[in-house]
């Protein structure tokens, strides 16, 4: 089974829409993490969970909303989105947040479509 | 401040041929990490290697080597004999000293051909 899963891969909502990213890792991991990746544009980090708590909201608008129920979980809800928020959403899990940085495995991402 | 460049935007080669790829940081740390991975078109991010700033030897695996020259602040990816299917975007990534924070290069687009 592949490390980090993320479904749905393609996701094409409009703006009044209220949907769901879904991460599930299986690696053990501790933290697990949300990016955004636009086109042109450096990748952002967008949330960091750290045993099933947010320890990073790095400026992200309300209209993006996490959830984490498990270590092994990572969700984040979407409504009344834009189309400027059209991107690769990554997922991401690394074994903790402590100590040295741990390498962070990378699902293969949900491409979204806001119209 | 810390920051990574990767220079190149694109670099197009015709399959077999080697290919290096360039990574510049910037960092006031004494120890750090520094971080490859590939993006194929299919969108995930493969980690390649994880690299500590004590060891300064250089890194071989397979058709895949890194130079890593701290006096230049450089970290460089070669690729010999390169195959299509090495096809990707590759990106040079150094943590900031929250450790989980990654500074990422713009990402060079790597475009083998038959």
């Known amino acids: 089974e592949t490390g980090v899963t993320q479904t749905p891969r393609h996701l094409v909502m409009g703006m009044t829409n209220k949907k769901s990213l879904k991460c599930e890792q299986h690696?053990?991991?501790?933290?697990m993490y949300w990016y955004k990746q636009s086109a042109k544009k450096p990748l952002e980090l967008m949330f960091v969970y750290s045993l099933e708590e947010r320890v990073e909201n790095n400026s992200v608008p309300s209209r993006f909303s996490p959830e984490c129920p498990n270590s092994s979980h990572l969700f984040l809800h979407l409504h009344t989105l834009q189309p400027e928020d059209s991107a690769l959403y990554l997922c991401?899990?690394?074994?903790?947040?402590?100590?040295?940085?741990?390498?962070?495995?990378f699902g293969p991402g949900t491409r979204l479509t806001v119209l | 401040a810390q920051k990574v460049t990767q220079a190149q935007t694109e670099i197009s080669v015709v399959e077999k041929e080697d290919v290096t790829l360039d990574c510049v940081y910037e960092t006031r740390d004494t120890t750090y990490y520094l971080f490859w991975y590939k993006q194929p078109p299919s969108g995930e991010l493969v980690f390649l290697i994880r690299?500590?700033?004590?060891d300064e030897q250089n890194e071989i695996s397979g058709r895949y080597s890194w130079n890593f020259q701290k006096s230049t602040s450089s970290f460089n990816f070669t690729i010999t004999a390169s195959q299509v299917v090495d096809s990707a975007v590759y990106f040079c990534a150094l943590p900031l000293r929250s450790n989980y924070q990654l500074i990422w290069g713009a990402g060079t687009k790597l475009i083998i051909k038959p």
């Open positions: 690696l053990g991991h501790n933290a």
């Open positions: 690299r500590n700033s004590f």
């Open positions: 991401a899990s690394s074994q903790d947040l402590a100590g040295e940085p741990d390498t962070q495995y």
